[in-house]
């Protein structure tokens, strides 16, 4: 095992060792306190008065324990309008969609837990790669979510939009749940809260192991741990947190629907049975507030050590017709920053106002991030290998007048400087690159009355590209100055902005019981410049418009009951005139989740169904993935106080669906020559998994 591996390994024992040691000393919280009973307050749309857009708002993790999910981070599709799918094996980040974005593997979608980011520049797979596999789902406090260019504190990868995650700083009581299902699925939890000298210790430890219904089995193993410390005196409050998580997979990637239809593979088939790969994860994180009598000071500080080797084969045998195509994706990551902010209630021109002024700081070091061909998993040669040192220094500035009762606007303005230092395996790749970029935004907010609230919002937001395409001058694999089509190779924009415009309403009460928002927006980008991780190259791209309407409900009938329903329509287009089309290859249209909860008594039940419409695949437009439609059940009783069972149904109806498309070209080892195709990764069946869990 590789020695950060162990290095991981070694981390969780020790939170398995020290844990029960501190709770012999300090007493187990809550003695014979029952699991916390789940009461619906308020929802995710009671933001009048609070919300600065009508596409802003919270889940609380109440609101998530009665919500059905096969994979970690589908907690994200508890935000209106998000897709959550995969294409690979249960280790890998997740594929994300959102306003008319396929966000590959969270590019456009910033993502943080516990005040670290999850995105990763410069990933050796994707950039803005955001693994969320190392979550806990119940000890989730909050979703904080916000989508647009419009908050001076959300810098790279938010374009699209942006999630908080935070966890509970204390249990009600401790909990063991065990949990298993179908295709050796195992899943246990052991958590819990303990009184520790003046603070509180939370810990939460995680096991999983998978082989889905692939025909090759999956053997997904997770070992996942968190250990944090808590401490409120008076106006300070601290959070000291340390996470480790690793584990390791055999992947069914996508596979060619020519060869499903001439029945040479199930839908669960695979090609190469060498795919697959390992990550580890490992940070320390510290939160400190203080309240002051005219606002709050804040500090975040964190450091993450990060590790991935992957191995893909999406070709066959298409480059290398003996051997196989597939290829090795690797990187070892350091990670340092810090965000802190200072907050004023003061008055301005004579009116109340809130200012905020905040720094934030983030150091990624690759060491190294490498491109290989492979076979089996022994590397068989270098494509690229970079040492990387990429570091952004931003400064922002938010303030918030209330102009009467009615009417308040929210100006701010952000500057972000970053550095680029690449050392590659190849010369004339290297360099070091600086770019910077300013980033006004603005808000106003009309509310009329108490049940309702309007927005205007527009702002200028970016992404940053990956490090390597920044100094690009030759392809990697060729030494060339063109690339494989023969277009000339020329390094990336280092920061590609964004602009943003919205108009919303929000309106609670009309109906009681019944919450809506709805948003009209727009979203332009200067260029989609991607980084192709898979070859190394820089893949040009077209300047964009992103257009669409969303509008999410939420509806308490009656007590014990939720009703949610969300419904989105997006129309991304290329803005340039390039003769292959305007359509943006993947890009989400339309989708729509509905669901509905009860809790009484002893019982308490989640029913969802979400539906993924139809996308273009190619630029044309003239080859399309299909839509899809999940529904999913969740049961739970509780037969004790302390003793509960729960029951899932994923995929209720069995539905012979696919959970991620794409159109290019491949060969078969049987095939003469290489062909276009719909290479799909088909959604799990029918899947049962039963839970037992006690309080203790």
């Known amino acids: 095992m590789p020695q950060s591996s162990s290095n991981v390994s070694r981390a969780l024992a020790a939170i398995i060792l020290v844990v029960p040691a501190i709770a012999r000393a300090g007493g187990v919280q809550g003695g014979d306190a029952s699991l916390e009973t789940i009461v619906v307050e308020g929802s995710r749309t009671s933001q009048i008065g609070v919300a600065d857009s ?18 970690t981070a589908e907690v994200l599709e508890a935000v209106p309008g998000v897709i959550v799918t995969q294409h690979s094996g249960d280790g890998k980040a997740n594929q994300y969609f959102l306003r008319g974005f396929n966000l590959d593997h969270g590019t456009d ?53 942006a999630a908080e995650i935070d966890y509970v700083r204390s249990l009600p009581a401790g909990m063991a749940l065990v949990e298993a299902g179908q295709h050796r699925y195992m899943r ?7 009184e520790a000298g003046p603070g509180t210790l939370l810990f939460g430890l995680e096991t999983v192991r998978n082989d889905g219904p692939w025909d090759l089995p999956e053997n997904f193993r997770k070992l996942n741990g968190v250990l944090s410390y808590s401490i409120k005196d008076g106006r300070d409050d601290l959070r000291l947190a340390a996470m480790a998580m690793q584990s390791s997979w055999t992947a069914t990637d996508q596979i060619p629907q ?53 191995y893909s084969n999406f070709t066959y045998f298409l480059d290398r017709p003996a051997e196989g195509d597939q290829f090795s994706q690797s990187e070892r990551r350091t990670v340092f920053g810090l965000d802190a902010s200072r907050s004023w209630t003061h008055q301005l021109f004579g009116r109340e ?4 002024v905040g720094v934030q700081s983030r150091s990624d070091r690759l060491d190294p991030v490498g491109l290989y061909t492979s076979v089996a998993r022994a590397r068989s040669g270098v494509t690229r290998e970079d040492r990387i040192r990429e570091t952004s220094a931003s400064l ?22 970053y550095q680029f230092d690449v050392t590659s395996s190849n010369a004339a790749n290297s360099g070091k690159v600086n770019d910077r970029i300013v980033s006004p935004k603005v808000s106003a907010v009309f509310t009329p009355g108490k049940d309702i609230e ?27 100055r063109v690339d494989a089509d023969g277009n000339a190779i020329s390094p990336a924009t280092p920061l590609v902005k964004a ?84 359509f943006i290859p993947g890009a989400i249209e339309r989708t729509m989740s509905v669901g509905i909860s009860r809790q009484k008594g002893p019982w308490s039940a989640g029913l969802r169904m979400r539906y993924f419409g139809s996308r273009p695949l190619n630029e044309s437009n003239g080859v399309r993935a299909g839509s899809s439609t999940l529904s999913s059940i969740k049961l739970g009783y509780a037969v004790t106080s302390k003793l509960k069972l729960g029951a899932e149904v994923l995929n209720l109806f069995d539905s012979k669906v696919s959970d991620i498309d794409y159109y290019y070209a491949s060969r078969l080892r049987s095939e003469a020559a290489a062909i276009e195709d719909i290479h799909t990764h088909p959604a799990e069946p029918r899947n049962i998994r039963i839970s037992l869990s006690y309080a203790f």
């Open 396 to 417: 922002y500035l938010s303030n918030a007048i209330r102009w009467t009762e009615q009417f308040r606007t929210v100006a701010g303005l952000r500057a972000d400087h």
């Open 499 to 582: 602009i943003g415009r919205e108009a919303g309403i929000r309106i609670s009460g009309l109906v009681p019981g019944l919450q809506t928002s709805v948003s009209l927006w727009e979203l332009k980008l200067a260029s989609e410049l991607l980084f192709v991780g898979d070859a190394g190259t820089t893949e040009a791209s077209r300047p964009s418009r992103r257009t669409g309407i969303e509008i999410a409900n939420y509806y308490v009938p009656a007590p014990g009951w939720i009703i949610d329903a969300d419904l989105a329509w997006s129309r991304p287009r290329f803005t340039d005139d390039d003769p292959a089309g305007p």
């Open 54 to 71: 009508a596409t802003q708002g919270t889940i609380t993790g109440k609101q998530l324990e009665t919500r059905p999910i096969s994979r």
């Open 258 to 310: 020519r060869a499903i239809d001439a029945g040479q593979l199930s839908r669960y088939g695979y090609i190469d049975p060498s795919d697959g790969g390992a990550t580890r994860r490992a940070s320390l994180s510290g939160d400190w507030s203080r309240r002051m009598d005219d606002g709050v000071l804040r500090v975040n500080a964190y450091a993450i050590r990060s590790a991935l080797d992957l």
């Open 188 to 194: 246990t939890l052991l958590a819990n809260s303990v």
């Open 454 to 480: 309007l927005y205007a919002n527009w702002g200028r937001g970016f992404h940053s590209n990956d490090a390597r395409g920044i100094t690009q001058n030759v392809d990697p694999a060729t030494g060339a």
């Open 109 to 161: 979608f910033r993502t943080s837990v516990l005040g670290m980011p999850v995105n990763m520049p410069t990933h050796a797979h994707g950039q803005g790669y955001s693994d969320l596999n190392f979550l806990i789902p119940e000890l989730i406090r909050t979703i904080k979510y916000k989508k647009g260019t419009y908050y001076a504190e959300e810098g790279d990868f938010s374009a699209a939009g």
């Open 353 to 356: 106002s809130d200012t905020v």
